[in-house]
């Protein structure tokens, strides 16, 4: 298959992880996804993988009612570590309802209901996430097969029926909080999470 994505822009990126590259691509979506690449990914296999959906309140502000940040700095520092691998970013706020709705969504988790519940509530699908972007940047690289950093099961069957090759998983879990572990146990008992 002939990717759909074309490079806008690359350039060093130094962290307290690591040091990467950071892709940036236009595929015609508004969403403005980014990629960090550790080493020469091109042609390889097994690649380590992290496919990572924004979140504003737990990626930036540090909220503890997930376990996004968290998930996001083990990758990152487990990618740093490597000879290579790819953390792809995507603009998808909330499970793909955008910050507003999400939100939203807190403050029906506050009367009681759990995240699944809230995003029905407001006539919501339970996760409307897309992946077709992350199988275009292992296209684009020319990823043999690829280490998948996850726990969510719908990622897997995503990329796997679109021809990627899945040789592992590598988890990606923390330590419940207070806030965050009816949110957990939600994911692990509604959607299949391997938490």
Known sequence: MIT????????????????????TFTNGEENENAVLVKGDVAGKSAVPVRIHSECLTGDVFGSKRCDCREQLEQSLKY????????LIYLRQEGRGI????????YSLQDQGYDTIEANLL??????????????EVLDYFHIESIILMSNNPTKFEFLE???????????????????????LETKKEKL???L
Not at 10 to 16: E, F, G, Q, V
Not at 98 to 105: D, F, P, V
Not at 169 to 180: A, G, H, K, M, Q
């Open 4 to 23: 759909m994505l074309k490079l806008y822009a690359s350039a060093n990126l130094p962290t307290r992880f690591g040091t990467f590259t950071i892709y």
């Open 79 to 86: 990618i740093a570590a490597q000879e290579f691998g790819v």
């Open 98 to 105: 955008g910050l507003l709705r999400k939100i939203r969504a």
């Open 122 to 135: 407001q006539g919501l699908p339970v996760d409307q996430r897309d992946y077709t972007f992350a199988k």
């Open 161 to 183: 029926k679109r021809g990627i090759k899945i040789v592992g998983r590598i988890p990606v879990l923390s330590e419940p909080n207070p806030y965050d572990k009816f949110y």
């Open 192 to 194: 299949g999470h391997q």
